[in-house]
């Protein structure tokens, strides 16, 4: 089971190399795919309640105000609708 978290801590270090090399570049689909797993990830290694929550907002904020600023409306309610897919796996994770 170590070995699972260990992947998932090695993805959650990729997706935010990958969130923020998105931002630096000004390549969407890097900030899209690296901010949006971001919480998932941190789900995934089981931390709590508060450090998912914290990175959804935090992760929705920064992707979020990157899309709106760059005038991209598709994209940002893309990106709004997979931060509220990941809160979802939060409320289901609680109630496990």
């Known amino acids: 089971m170590e070995g699972v978290k260990n992947m998932n801590i090695l993805l959650l270090v990729i997706f935010t190399l990958v969130g923020i090399a998105g931002l630096v570049y000004k390549v969407d689909s890097g900030v899209f795919i690296g901010?949006?797993?971001?919480?998932?990830?941190?789900?995934?290694?089981?931390?709590?309640?508060?450090?998912?929550?914290?990175?959804?907002?935090?992760?929705?904020?920064?992707?979020?105000?990157?899309?709106?600023?760059?005038?991209?409306?598709?994209?940002?309610?893309?990106?709004?609708?997979?931060q509220l897919y990941n809160y979802w796996g939060l409320l289901n994770a609680e109630n496990e």
Do not use: C, D, E, R
């Open 35 to 82: 901010f949006g797993l971001i919480p998932w990830q941190i789900l995934k290694i089981k931390l709590k309640k508060k450090w998912v929550l914290s990175a959804i907002i935090i992760t929705t904020l920064i992707g979020g105000g990157y899309f709106i600023y760059l005038n991209k409306w598709l994209i940002t309610a893309l990106f709004i609708f997979i």
